[in-house]
């Protein structure tokens, strides 16, 4: 971090003391009851008396600036890496920041007087076309992002619906597509699949803000988060103003859009509807076509005029659940439904593995196996809880044929494709016809002679996974 940008940030918070001082602020102890209450992670006693108002004489951001919280998040924060913000700090750099910055920027956010950084813009690439817009805060904002998150979550998780599942304590994706798959069980085998337009860039702050206010009495955090909601974002050197929405990566916007789409959540169950959302994915089941269009129209008309949001009309639509996605998954149509990889992700798998697996990249098997396994083992610990067996083995089938043929073009020509056949165990007249032959490395790939040199186990000793159901 730059002598400049340390100045701004400290100007109003004194420097940082002796050298007795250099430690984080959040290391010494506090005392009496606040010491008891931060060491367990239980809320105050008189929080739990007033359980029904949470707002009510509590100290927000004394909380949120407590030794345990803090640690926490920057534990958090570290173990989630990503990349620079505009000031240039990385993740490693940040705890050595803060043993030497923390008590003035502590005293900040206890003042209301913390001003956070524009947040650096990137785009990434969706998979159905299109760009996704992130924003990326500073680090040090990441990590006060993070210490806000979990205090306000900690209050507010509590209360959200259970038909809510993303970026929640002890649920998951995985959650959220078995109720799907018990909903078209039960006999509800049509689904309104509703996609909210740039929902993240059209979020009102306003009626954000008067949300939180409802509980929040801590003006000093409202202001922050505010601060943080209209930080601007910085492209190509100039940082624009932002008005509404809460811009995708940092850790409080998540939390933050349960908390605008809690009041869908609440809409939906005083309508009696049967329906499972994860931030701003949502699908409703229902038992006709009938059903679902009468539910999109009122849901799109109360969206527009209450929440002022936008239903995508072109992604949005009422089908039966085989012939749409649901985080990733489909289900079969016969039968009991089972959850199966849908089509889009199996593109996308492939696509993947093509990209790591050219064989034009230039690196040896060993790298080569190593980079795609640690893709794989991600992309399995996901996707293996489908329920169709047979996809994963064709996969693995097609992801190892993909090796073979690289190790071929790697082995060149003649001879030596003949001594390494040979070596492999491949009998003399099989090694020299594969060796001799004129066809592609795609098509040798799936030779039988490369099936004996080089089988499964072969792939699975350089640390390739196998492509098996995780139980």
Not at 224 to 249: H, K
Request: glycine residues 8%; hydrophobic residues 35%.
């Amino acid at each position: 971090m730059s002598d400049k940008r340390q100045k701004n940030q400290l100007a109003d918070g004194g420097n940082a003391g002796s050298n007795q001082q250099m430690v984080l602020a959040w290391d010494q102890e506090p005392k009496g009851e606040a010491r008891r209450d931060l060491r367990t992670g239980t809320e105050s006693s008189m929080a739990k008396r007033i359980a029904e108002s949470p707002a009510f004489g509590k100290q927000w951001m004394e909380e949120i600036c407590g030794r345990d919280n803090c640690q926490q998040a920057l534990a958090r924060v570290k173990a989630n890496r990503g990349s620079p913000g505009v000031d240039g700090m990385t993740v490693q750099q940040l705890p050595d920041f803060l043993k030497e910055h923390w008590l003035p920027i502590r005293e900040q956010l206890l003042r209301g007087s913390y001003k956070p950084q524009p947040v650096k813009r990137v785009e990434i690439p969706k998979p159905g076309g299109g760009v996704r817009k992130l924003g990326i805060p500073t680090v040090l904002d990441r990590f006060i992002q993070q210490a806000v998150m979990q205090v306000v979550q900690r209050s507010w998780d509590r209360t959200f619906s259970d038909h809510s599942y993303g970026f929640r304590p002890g649920r998951s994706a995985h959650q959220a597509v078995a109720q799907a798959q018990k909903y078209i069980a039960d006999s509800y085998r049509w689904v309104v699949d509703l996609d909210l337009e740039k929902f993240f860039d059209r979020v009102n702050h306003d009626r954000l803000m008067a949300k939180l206010a409802e509980r929040i009495e801590d003006k000093r955090l409202l202001r922050l988060i505010r601060t943080f909601l209209q930080a601007g974002v910085m492209e190509n050197g100039l940082v624009n103003p932002v008005d509404e929405g809460t811009p995708q990566g940092g850790p409080l916007s998540p939390l933050l859009s349960n908390i605008v789409l809690d009041e869908m959540d609440r809409e939906l169950e005083k309508r009696g509807l049967r329906f499972v959302r994860y931030a701003d994915d949502c699908n409703i089941y229902v038992g006709s076509r009938r059903a679902g269009e009468r539910v999109m129209a009122g849901l799109t008309a109360w969206l527009t005029a209450k929440l002022r949001l936008k239903v995508n009309q072109q992604k949005s639509a009422v089908a039966r659940p085989w012939v749409r996605k649901f985080l990733g998954f489909s289900f079969t149509k016969a039968g009991i439904p089972k959850r199966r990889i849908a089509p889009q992700a199996v593109d996308r798998f492939k696509k993947r593995v093509r990209e790591l697996t050219r064989r034009t990249r230039g690196i040896s098997i060993e790298q080569m196996v190593d980079e795609l396994a640690r893709y794989l083992r991600g992309w399995l610990g996901y996707f293996g809880r489908c329920e169709t067996p047979s996809v994963l083995r064709e996969l693995g089938e097609w992801t190892r044929h993909r090796l073979r043929s690289v190790v071929w073009k790697q082995w060149k020509f003649g001879r030596r494709r003949f001594v390494e056949l040979r070596h492999r165990g491949v009998k003399g007249d099989l090694a020299a016809q594969t060796a001799g032959s004129p066809h592609g490395p795609w098509r040798i790939g799936n030779s039988p002679a490369l099936g004996i040199a080089l089988p499964t186990t072969y792939f699975e000793s350089l640390g390739l996974p196998q492509f098996l159901l995780v139980q």
